[in-house]
């Protein structure tokens, strides 16, 4: 069976004057469903407001545009008003209600990615809404949701129904929200164009990895993340994922070229990403990537929370700590070939600046 790996753009499932949602198809982009990876993202125009809703799938938020406010409840019923901008991760575990705000004049652009494995579909997201046109309490009959609340039934009806929206709504300019809590973003949201490098080469690259121990609350979510700045022409090395984690990446900014290898030394991916692109690279599967001179960004979840990377060219690929005899047997050369191979690459690792 062939894998279609080829990247694909998001399609919009439903908008309005408020904003819109996107999600990205396994019917289109298989490996969603293979890989049990769900991927969709969130447009809040000025005044636009998400209604609360929670999910079947655990997730990671990353801010691609814009800056806003997002409400966070977690099963202690507590609930956390975040202000967010570009550059945020917000980790979602299973149980949250969330609910997003946008009040500024510019787009707010937020991505979510996440693991669909107890979801009702596999490799995709199915929100539950707590209010509007289809909401939880628009199944319930006005009977039962009378007694739940305590409330005479032409109350239940003016609650239930006043909410027209479906999912996305767009509130007066003079409303007013909850004002976000400096306090709350400790533990719930990590900027990653702001967090310490966790890599950095000149002219090369910068990662920031989003981790347990930046943000732990990913360890609810099972999954990891990294932020990675790829300068213009250079390269990422040849490297995998020696944990079996998937990985799944949603190209930020500018564009260049990715190969994948897999099983039998088979070149399974070779194309052009651009901003909005989305690819998953399996388990075990080798990528490199090469950026075109206006560079390249990129936002990936790895399917662990953890995540542990084996490079194959550069300081830290498994090269360096072979002996000289066994990479002369295993590439049929002499010492004077396995000597020049060993020579180079000395001091770069993981981003490789261009030629000169």
Request: proline residues 5%; neutral net charge.
């Amino acid at each position: 069976m062939v894998l279609d790996l080829s990247p694909k753009l998001a399609k919009m499932v439903c908008g309005g004057n408020g904003g819109s949602y996107s999600a990205w198809s396994p019917t289109e982009l298989p490996m969603l469903r293979q890989g049990n990876i769900g991927a969709s993202k969130l447009s809040l125009l000025r005044n636009g407001f998400a209604l609360p809703r929670y999910s079947d799938s655990s997730k990671v938020a990353y801010v691609l545009q814009g800056s806003g406010v997002a409400g966070i409840v977690l099963p202690e019923l507590e609930e956390k008003v975040v202000a967010i901008k570009k550059g945020d991760a917000i980790a979602l575990p299973f149980g949250v209600v969330t609910w997003w705000y946008n009040k500024e004049d510019t787009e707010l652009l937020v991505l979510f990615l996440g693991d669909t494995s107890k979801a009702h579909k596999s490799g995709e997201f199915t929100d539950f809404f707590l209010t509007g046109s289809n909401g939880i309490f628009t199944g319930f009959s006005t009977e039962f949701v009378s007694r739940a609340w305590d409330l005479e039934e032409n109350a239940v009806n003016t609650l239930v129904q006043n909410q027209s929206g479906n999912g996305i709504v767009k509130l007066e300019e003079n409303f007013k929200m909850p004002e976000p809590n400096k306090a709350h973003r400790q533990g719930m949201a990590l900027n990653c164009e702001e967090a310490p490098l966790d890599v950095d080469i000149k002219n090369g690259g910068r990662v920031v990895v989003l981790n347990t121990k930046n943000l732990p609350l990913v360890g609810k979510v099972g999954l990891g993340a990294d932020l990675v700045r790829l300068d213009g022409r250079a390269m990422c090395s040849p490297g995998f994922s020696c944990d079996s984690a998937l990985q799944v990446t949603y190209i930020v900014r500018g564009s260049g070229r990715v190969q994948v290898v897999g099983v039998a030394g088979r070149r399974v991916l070779e194309t052009t990403v651009r901003a909005g692109c989305l690819f998953i690279v399996p388990r075990f599967f080798v990528v490199s990537k090469i950026a075109n001179p206006e560079g390249m960004e990129w936002f990936s979840i790895i399917s662990t929370p953890d995540p542990v990377f084996t490079h194959l060219a550069g300081r830290t690929s498994v090269w360096k700590a072979l002996s000289p005899e066994v990479l002369e047997a295993s590439f049929n050369v002499d010492s004077d070939v396995e000597k020049l191979f060993r020579s180079k690459r000395t001091s770069d690792a993981i981003f490789f600046p261009p030629p000169n």
